[in-house]
């Protein structure tokens, strides 16, 4: 009875439980990257992003006030203060001591309320729990101080600071603004162009007969299969022959020409699968074939357009190998987000909190567009599939 038309398969919950393992495995890293595009890089270091609504324990390197603080008291100078409120790079009251040490070595080596000794003995420090700290030295102490390493308990900190360094930054080579809005110039144009192009050439493969048509079509699905790096650089070459050199018209053709079989396969398998009687009846009508494909074709076949600019769309937006070719000026005027990020790569490479806002900012419009027109993906793909 399994095999009977219509009856439910025994296995549906294996591909519920695949289903939801593939939606969490490609959830999991965005939200991370989310998650942690808010967060400090003290934060980062000392926790990953799942603990990130926890307290998380770190190490921070402070400094006791120096000979202008020392007060001598006999024969020992002594600096009280506060090393929680003391400096603009403490951590605030808000954290709490767990352990302190005075060498790099062993960090943690004493308990808060314990005397910590320096070398010799001849200097001592006593911390307790709300940062209060007394140090004493024989002799007048340097004018920055001894260093101090505290352990402490770190509540959650979450801030907009790593989205004002990326995004209003001025010129600078972190600035993500302007590149944001030089891929948008790209992508744009670079979607909207193949879907034309495409659209006129897809009805006439479909519903015109003439000449050729069967090899054309043939043409176009060999197209798909030739590599886009092999074309690269004959295309640039032809591009500075003829004047049009590195810039945006470079690129909306480059991307244009490489999107533009996929992009025809798939409109033509759409609309050859729509019903020849609606085509028939309008050319009796009188209707002529522009009429017919604006008035017609175009509305019924929105969700094979919808499904390729979500593909033409998430590629151009990504795209780092085009835009480096035929886009890239040395000036760094026309940068797009997918170079902007590898050159904080160089820059930051050990700033996580500037790079993971980077990336999610790079992201966060193609998950807009790819969820608002997701609906039409499926439909568009499996075009033609089934007579």
Do not use: C
């Amino acid at each position: 009875m399994d095999n009977i038309a219509g009856s439910k398969s025994s296995l549906t919950w294996a591909v519920h439980i695949s289903v939801a393992a593939l939606v969490f495995l490609w959830l999991f890293p965005t939200i991370g990257l989310f998650v942690s595009s808010f967060r400090t890089a003290d934060q980062i270091s000392s926790s990953g992003w799942w603990a990130s609504l926890f307290p998380a324990e770190q190490t921070i390197q402070l400094r006791t006030g120096g000979g202008d603080a020392a007060v001598q008291e006999g024969d020992l100078w002594v600096v009280e203060g506060n090393l929680l409120v003391d400096h603009e790079d403490s951590p605030g009251t808000d954290v709490t001591l767990t352990r302190f040490g005075v060498s790099s070595r062993d960090v943690s080596a004493y308990a808060i309320g314990e005397t910590a000794e320096f070398g010799d003995g001849a200097e001592t420090v006593t911390l307790s729990a709300n940062g209060d700290y007394r140090y004493t030295s024989t002799e007048e102490p340097g004018r920055r101080g001894q260093r101090v390493f505290i352990t402490a308990e770190v509540p959650p900190e979450f801030t907009l600071g790593n989205y004002q360094t990326i995004l209003f930054s001025g010129t600078g080579q972190d600035n993500m603004a302007k590149a944001f809005f030089n891929t948008l110039t790209v992508t744009v144009p670079a979607t909207i162009i193949p879907i034309v192009v495409a659209a006129f050439a897809a009805y006439a493969l479909a519903w015109m007969d003439f000449p050729g048509r069967a090899l054309l079509i043939a043409l176009v699905v060999a197209l798909l299969v030739v590599p886009l790096q092999l074309a690269l650089i004959p295309l640039l070459r032809l591009h500075l022959g003829i004047g049009i050199g590195k810039g945006y018209l470079g690129v909306w053709l480059a991307h244009t020409a490489f999107g533009l079989p996929l992009a025809i396969y798939l409109l033509r398998n759409y609309m050859v699968g729509l019903p020849r009687d609606i085509i028939e009846n309008a050319k009796v009508d009188g209707a002529t074939d522009f009429q017919i494909f604006t008035k017609i074709i175009l509305p019924l076949s929105f969700p094979a357009l919808a499904s390729f600019a979500i593909f033409q769309f998430l590629w151009t937006w990504n795209d780092l190998l085009v835009a480096k070719v035929f886009l890239i000026d040395a000036t760094g005027s026309t940068t797009v987000m997918t170079n902007q990020i590898v050159e904080l790569l160089g820059t930051r490479g050990g700033n996580w909190e500037i790079l993971a806002t980077a990336a999610f900012v790079s992201i966060a419009v193609p998950l807009v567009v790819f969820f608002a027109m997701q609906r039409y993906l499926v439909r568009g793909l499996l075009a033609g599939s089934v007579k």
